[in-house]
């Protein structure tokens, strides 16, 4: 029977985030250590997405809007907007620090913002990796349309798609809209071979708009549902658009502080320590204030 993971709501100074992961019942997803649904919110002109830089570690951070744009910057020298579609993914490694806020065009005017932010745990043996940033635009990211089914693969790969986004790990994240009575069959398993799926591959999905049926349960928007083995298929009750998300599973899940993720609890210290004493890289442009630990 699939299990409902029911998400906490934060209030990060006037934007709502929903958060999954990491949770009291499941810790992971396949690589995903960490899920937000950012809105959706309405901000005043003048009002805004307003996080200065911070640091990670150990992780890669993946950024992906329904509605609105962030203008992101990192310690690399980025300076970037994104917006609907598009992907920003960055390779934390051994240690990058980075601000998301806005525009000057988009923040005086009235505005709307509305997407995900999820954190990918780098594999132990890559996770002091030169960190890195990588931004891919929707039209160069594969899509599957088939008897009323239209999914894009943002990164990994899933159903024959292999996502430009470069991954560390097995996995896979998809985008789907979807009509009504329409069915999705879970990645990496084969309807025609039910032997044949991973048994280490983990999967869960993200209703976004309408309503979903697996294996006999029915789940609303605003939902995250995380598969059990036995289950293969999700049917649309109502049409709608969800997010499919998952991976291998890691047998050894390392360890979340704040922004950080290590195989240790020292190599979490001492980025505390380094972040504290200002050790790690300036965001060029925006280095006039930071989040303390």
């Known amino acids: 029977m699939p299990k409902h993971l029911v998400a906490k709501e934060h209030d990060l100074g006037g934007l709502t985030v929903k958060r999954v992961l990491p949770h009291m019942q499941k810790k992971m997803v396949g690589p995903f250590i960490f899920f937000d649904h950012m809105g959706p919110t309405n901000f005043a002109a003048g009002t805004g997405i307003n996080v200065r830089p911070h640091p990670h570690i150990g992780l890669s951070t993946l950024t992906y ?3 609105g744009s962030i203008l992101h910057r990192d310690s690399l020298g980025t300076h970037l907007e994104i917006f609907p579609g598009d992907v920003n993914w960055m ?10 806020r806005e525009t000057f065009e988009v923040r005086a005017n009235p505005h709307h913002i509305d997407g995900l932010q999820c954190w990918v745990a780098l594999p132990e043996n890559m996770a002091e990796l030169s960190p890195s940033f990588q ?18 693969l943002i990164v990994g790969e899933a159903l024959g798609l ?11 994240y998809l985008d789907i809209a979807a009509c009504q009575s329409s069915d999705i069959i879970r990645p ?3 309807i025609n071979d039910p032997s044949n799926l991973k048994v280490s591959h983990e999967c869960g999905v993200y209703v976004v708009e309408g309503e979903v049926n697996i294996s006999g349960a029915t789940f609303k928007k605003g939902e995250f549902i995380l598969l059990e083995d036995t289950d293969t298929m999700v049917t649309m009750n109502v049409s709608g658009r969800l997010i499919m998300l998952g991976g291998e599973k890691f047998e050894q899940p390392p360890f979340l502080t704040w922004n950080f993720v290590a195989y240790s609890k020292e190599r979490i ?24 630990y």
């Open 65 to 67: 809007l329904f509605t």
């Open 91 to 100: 390779t934390a490694g051994k240690g990058i620090v980075h601000s998301e």
């Open 135 to 152: 931004h891919v635009k929707k039209s160069e990211l594969p899509h599957l349309i088939h008897e009323g089914v239209m999914m894009r």
């Open 162 to 172: 292999s996502s430009p986004v470069k991954t560390y790990s097995p996995m896979f």
């Open 188 to 190: 990496n398993f084969d």
């Open 269 to 292: 210290s001492q980025a505390v320590d380094d972040w504290r004493a200002q050790k790690f890289p300036k965001v060029p442009g925006d280095d006039k204030e930071y989040i303390e």
